[in-house]
């Protein structure tokens, strides 16, 4: 029943931004913090970022200083921004509940960075 709902992804150049949506049903939103991870293909599920109930946030290395994770509660809506992209960054962007992950994974959202 509790599920999330990826988009915003698509294809980017080099230095890009993209904005990220995550769309939560199924709990009481505002209650609980948030991740976001991603999966490069062929690797496993990496952490990006984190966002508490209380909006306090914590980054993976790879992405602290360009990466802005937020969150609107009346919308039960989970915000990436990905600004300066590199092509490492390539990934399946997926969201959950922290800690014990609630949700089955969904399908995720793909972000492409190429030039």
């Known amino acids: 029943q509790v599920q999330f709902v990826e988009s915003g992804g698509g294809l980017v150049q080099p230095g890009g931004s993209l904005r990220l949506s995550c769309a939560a049903s199924g709990i009481r939103f505002s209650i609980y913090a948030i991740n976001w991870y991603r999966q490069a293909p062929g690797n496993q599920r990496e952490f990006v970022a984190t966002i508490s109930s209380g909006g306090g946030t914590s980054y993976a290395d790879s992405v602290k200083g360009r990466f802005t994770i937020s969150r609107d509660n009346a919308r039960n809506t989970v915000y990436l921004q990905m600004n300066s992209l590199k092509s490492e960054d390539t990934a399946v962007y997926y969201c959950?509940?922290?800690?014990?992950?609630?949700?089955?994974w969904g399908q995720g959202t793909l972000v492409t960075v190429s030039s």
């Open positions: 959950n509940t922290a800690g014990r992950n609630l949700a089955v």
